[in-house]
């Protein structure tokens, strides 16, 4: 008789509808352990038996995180439980939040989603710390013609992602040719469509698209000569990865989680907040397309030295790897 396989809970308080990282990350975990593993995604834990569960973000998942330990007879590291931190987890709430302090303390694993993210935990609770990047396969690039050098940037209209750098550097540029900058992302925040609507009235070289299906912005990404990054706070942004992977350098803002997914020595990086400094650097791209020595064809060298993080089957070895460290000592009732 076969053996039962192990049962895994994935818990993301992001649905499908949301369509956002948090939620990709749950769909293609899960797919990464069928055929291992029985896997089921679910907003909350309603007490199913399961052998491990991988919470992602310590704060808005931190109810299912406190019933999983209490269940399993454990006040701290209690076996079977892997936490995902996400960006707003590891640079917000981890400090500040109580529910989330304690999802650290509950957890048996705590996993990150770049390389500086173990840097952001307290010290006591850095050996609990794994990298697992998240991944996108490997596109062809596609044929970027020589002028207007397009822009694009992906991530929903909200203040962590600090989309007021972007416009501000639109305004800065409208004196210019020869740049095409398309916005994407579904607006989460009433003022903050004003604004980009405002841009649009006032930057006719800027498009605000609205948010789009995965597919469509992966080919917005693909065609583009350059994404952009604005954000403030961020876990492992997986447009940065999308980009990467479909041979799209990237321009963005020095933060922790930037740093963590393009690396330390970049070439790429602007200061938070900096339109003035993205400006320049969107500038210098359009200027250099054409020259091996430039900033573009520099930033395009770096990014492919680091694709290969983002494969999907490292990906996949990590998560599994996670599961089974994780099953080994859960023995869930029937």
């Known amino acids: 008789m076969a053996a039962e396989l ?5 818990v993301s308080p992001a649905t499908a509808a949301a369509n956002n990282g948090n939620w990709h990350t749950a769909a293609r975990w899960a797919q990464m352990l069928q055929g291992n593993c029985a896997v089921s995604i679910a907003q909350d834990w309603d007490g199913t038996p399961a052998h491990a569960m991988l919470a992602l973000h310590a704060r808005r998942s931190a109810p299912a995180i406190a019933r999983w330990a209490q269940t399993h007879g454990a006040t701290h590291d209690a076996p079977g439980l892997a936490v995902v931190l996400t960006g707003t987890d590891l640079y917000r709430d981890i400090q500040t939040d109580a529910q989330a302090q ?77 740049i095409h900058i398309e916005h994407i992302g579904e607006a989460l925040e009433p003022a903050l469509a004003e604004q980009a609507q405002a841009c649009m009235a006032q930057c006719a070289h800027y498009h605000w698209r609205g948010g789009l299906p995965h597919e469509a912005t992966l080919q917005a990404i693909a065609q583009a000569h350059v994404l952009v990054h604005t954000s403030r706070i961020e876990g492992g942004a997986h447009a940065i990865l999308e980009a990467v992977c479909s041979g799209t350098p990237v321009l963005a803002s020095r933060i922790p989680g930037n740093v963590g997914m393009l690396g330390l020595d970049y070439d790429g990086y602007f200061a938070l907040g900096d339109a003035a400094g993205l400006a320049q650097l969107l500038l210098r791209c359009r200027d250099g397309c054409a020259q091996p020595q430039g900033l573009y064809a520099q930033i395009q060298h770096q990014c492919a030295q680091r694709a290969p993080l983002f494969a999907p089957a490292a990906e996949a070895a990590a998560v599994q790897a996670l599961v089974r460290t994780l099953c080994m000592p859960a023995n869930p009732s029937s």
């Not at 192990?6 to 994935?10: E, T, W």
């Open 6 to 10: 192990p049962r895994v809970c994935i």
């Open 102 to 178: 304690a999802s650290l303390r509950l957890a048996h694993a705590l996993v990150v989603l770049q390389e500086c993210g173990p840097d952001a935990l307290p010290p006591s609770m850095r050996s609990k710390a794994r990298v697992i990047f998240r991944s996108s396969e490997s596109h062809a690039p596609l044929p970027k013609s020589p002028s207007p050098l397009r822009v694009v940037m992906v991530g929903h209209l909200r203040q962590e992602k600090a989309p007021q750098t972007l416009w501000q550097a639109a305004q800065l540029l409208r004196g210019q040719t020869g």
